[in-house]
């Protein structure tokens, strides 16, 4: 199997500036994207960023505001509808972080994975002070700089290069996902899953979602911009996902999502 991965960085703004990846996309080669229908179901650890190692993260300041963020979000998000967002410390050493779970997520399942989260960014980050951790089910991310309500474009996209859609599904799955992209926006949770039946060809299903700190015109501008940055990856194969600090879209030909949802944000398409 063969994945192909691009990370776009916004270097207008001065947090992504500093933000140096040190590991970027650590992903399980023995999930297929295109034939393992445990994969959406299975947590997996799909990528981390890292910013370059800074000695102050080691200091007691940091570790004990560090210590309490992360505490505050394991035990807080999974009975706030699967997102929180919190801040630690004074003025110089605040720490601000957040994750938001999956929408399709029980309150478990979101505590279970955001604890794997926290788990993995301390073990692979110890020194950093900007870290984002991507989970199949969840979205970590914490930060020395106040990040809440800005959207950032920094995505990746993952796909079997070798797994090729039928040419007369290709555009009916960038339409429906383009749907999804300008519905989400609107759901409660700005969350949305769909079905696409493609007749003969069979049925495929769609998943889009923002970080509940965006506002919703921002949501609609970062799925929209994920599909036209790798629409040219993603538009001809049978299953991919986007990754991103502030969106997320998945798109496949097995069910891969689970029947948990928030109200009103599943529907089924037709081609």
């Not at 997320?248 to 109200?263: E, G, Q, R």
């Amino acid at each position: 199997m063969i994945y192909s991965q691009i990370v776009k960085e916004d270097r207008g703004s001065e947090e992504m500036e500093t933000f140096h990846f040190a590991i970027v996309c650590f992903i399980l080669s023995a999930l297929a994207l295109s034939s393992c229908p445990c994969h959406g179901i299975t947590n997996v650890n799909t990528s981390l960023q890292c910013s370059e190692a800074d000695g102050s993260a080691t200091e007691n300041a940091f570790q004990t505001n560090l210590e309490n963020l992360l505490d505050t979000l394991v035990v807080k998000v999974p009975v706030s509808n699967g997102f929180y967002k919190t801040e630690t410390g004074k003025k110089s050493d605040k720490l601000y972080g957040l994750v938001q779970c999956r929408g399709d997520m029980s309150a478990t399942d979101c505590a279970n994975c955001t604890k794997n989260a926290v788990a993995a960014a301390l073990k692979e980050c110890p020194k950093s002070k900007q870290v984002c951790a991507w989970f199949t089910w969840c979205f970590l991310r914490y930060s020395n700089q106040n990040v809440f309500g800005i959207m950032d474009e920094t995505s990746v996209a993952i796909t079997n290069n070798t797994d090729f859609d039928d040419p007369s599904v290709v555009s009916k799955g960038i339409y429906f996902m383009g749907g999804l992209a300008s519905t989400a926006p609107n759901q409660p949770h700005m969350f949305q899953k769909a079905v696409l039946d493609v007749g003969q060809s069979g049925k495929r299903y769609g998943m889009a979602q923002c970080t509940l700190d965006i506002n919703r015109a921002d949501c609609g501008k970062c799925l929209d911009s994920q599909l036209a940055l790798f629409r040219t990856i993603i538009g001809n194969k049978r299953g991919w996902e986007t990754y991103g600090s502030s969106c997320f879209m998945w798109y496949h030909d097995y069910l891969f999502y689970f029947n948990i949802s928030p109200p009103a944000s599943e529907g089924e398409f037709r081609a």
